[in-house]
């Protein structure tokens, strides 16, 4: 994989418009955060073939062997949306959308960053931000898809695309309809009202309306999820009555009951 073969006939306002690839690295955003503290640009891409440490989110690790695409986006919004936690949806929302254009149907978001078709993740976003005082600055958005990449036997709920396709997908072409659909949703970040996100992020959830098990701490609570909202949050009606509204940051897992 080059920066040619991703970036020939890539339809990008901003997103990739500079890629680099590595053969191999510890984690693309560890690089991403290198080339941020040199002054890249906005939109900036980083991609690798294998990640030897690829993580998720609060320190678990990511299966991230040959095959599948593992890359960092750069993102410098100015301003910086009020509501930090849409950068995490448009990216949600453009993995969702690159799924869906190599072809597998009814990809769907799992609240909060992950995308699942018939509930198995396929994709994973992990964004991590640099913080002047307590405001987010830049952010380094982490995009992982399988593609044709092997899974490991105790992940049992995951998929590739080649296991929905039945065919591999060439890595360069899934990296490229993935900038596509970043940069569309970051477009729409940039231009237009949040709602739109918003709206889009609950259209596509694979949870809302489902009964879940919400994990904050070491404290886990079940309930109808009734609605959710990037900035107003998680609304779970419980099973012995009343609601309960959760901040999207302070989850540490959701899964259906
Ligand atoms: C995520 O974390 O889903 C974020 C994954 C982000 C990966 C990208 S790859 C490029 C960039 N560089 C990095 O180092 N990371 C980003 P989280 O929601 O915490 O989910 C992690 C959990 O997903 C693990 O504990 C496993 O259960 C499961 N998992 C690990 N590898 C997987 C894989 N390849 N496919 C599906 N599920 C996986």
């Known amino acids: 994989m080059t920066p040619d073969s991703i970036q020939t006939g890539l339809k990008s306002r901003l997103v990739g418009t500079t890629v680099h690839v590595h053969e191999s690295a510890t984690s693309t955003n560890d690089l991403a955060w290198i080339e941020v503290g040199r002054g890249a640009p906005d939109g900036l891409v980083i991609v690798a073939a294998e990640q030897t440490r690829g993580r998720g989110r609060f320190g678990r690790t990511w299966h991230s062997p040959r095959g599948g695409l593992w890359a960092s986006v750069i993102l410098r ?96 072409q899934a990296a490229r309809t993935v900038l596509e659909g970043i940069d569309r949703w970051y477009d729409a970040l940039r231009t237009g009202p949040r709602q739109v996100i918003a709206e889009a992020w609950r259209e596509h959830s694979s949870v809302l309306g489902r009964d879940v098990i919400i994990t904050i701490g070491a404290h886990s609570l079940r309930g109808l999820l009734e609605d959710m909202d990037p900035g107003g949050g998680l609304i779970l009606r419980l099973p012995e009555g009343g609601v309960r509204r959760i901040q999207p940051e302070f989850v540490n897992e959701l899964k259906l009951a």
Do not use: H, W, Y
């Open 77 to 172: 919004p100015s301003p910086v949306p009020q509501e930090p936690i849409l950068i995490t949806c448009v990216a949600a929302l453009g993995m969702r959308e690159a799924v869906e254009a190599l072809g597998v149907a009814g990809p769907k978001i799992r609240f909060p960053n992950d995308v699942v078709v018939r509930d198995r993740k396929i994709c994973g976003v992990l964004a991590e931000c640099r913080l002047i005082g307590n405001q987010p600055d830049v952010f380094v958005i982490g995009l992982g898809l399988n593609v044709n990449n092997d899974l490991p036997g105790d992940l049992p709920d995951a998929t590739t695309l080649k296991a929905e396709l039945g065919r591999e997908t060439p890595v360069a």
